[in-house]
């Protein structure tokens, strides 16, 4: 079912009119769309045929984040907890990053979280290592966060070492922060991010991701 309401999504997505965010969500069967797909992400089994579908209805809710936001009071079931991770390798950016998102709310055995969230770092998109980072930030403890802002700060992406910097001149780690500095002394595109968040950090520290 959820595949054929899926293939009714495209088709009329293709015509769709674009212009606003969360346009998805003008699709007529929206609302039985995301029921379907969150009803099987607490299915107790599912092909992999259907869990590609979910993910497919991830990336399609990315901007409302709908059923990632399901996914998140649920994950530490263990049949939901095995789908999400699954999430994390499907083909579609937009469903792999919200499923390291929901990772983050995983109440469980931390050492086997950050194991998960560790892949993300080697995501092929720059925006899935990001969250990824982000998340794993998040989880672990003071001590063991600085080989992973180190290697971020080596990261191909401009925006990941800019957010590997803030999160190294935030550490109590002076070999890190000198990482940062050196940097910034010899990546432009880094200082001027970096340089802009001084500038506003108040603001940037309250509502940034």
Not at 104 to 120: H, I, M, P, Q, T
Not at 134 to 140: I, T
Not at 204 to 209: F, L, T, V
Request: some cysteine.
């Amino acid at each position: 079912m959820l595949a054929l309401l899926l293939r009714e999504f495209n088709l009329w997505a293709e015509t769709a009119d674009r212009a606003d965010a969360g346009w998805q969500g003008d699709f007529p069967k929206w609302r039985e769309l995301i029921s379907h797909a969150n009803t099987l992400l607490t299915a107790p089994h599912v092909s992999e045929e259907e869990l590609h579908s979910v993910g497919c209805c991830w990336a399609a809710s990315e901007e409302d984040e709908e059923c990632s936001r399901f996914a998140r009071s649920h994950v530490n079931e263990p049949n939901v907890l095995e789908k999400v991770t699954s999430l994390t390798q499907h083909n579609d950016r937009d469903a792999r990053w919200q499923a390291y998102d929901v990772l983050g709310s995983y109440s469980g055995n931390d050492a086997f979280l950050c194991r998960l969230l560790e892949v993300g770092l080697v995501d092929v998109d720059a925006y899935v290592r990001r969250r990824a980072f982000n998340m794993l930030l998040k989880k672990l403890p003071e001590a063991r966060k600085a080989e992973y802002i180190s290697k971020m700060l080596d990261d191909s992406e401009e925006y990941n070492r800019y957010v590997a910097t803030k999160a190294a001149m935030k550490s109590n780690k002076a070999e890190l922060q000198e990482q940062a500095r050196l940097l910034l002394t010899q990546d432009d595109a880094v200082k001027e991010l970096f340089d802009y968040y001084l500038e506003h950090k108040e603001i940037i520290d309250k509502y940034d991701d």
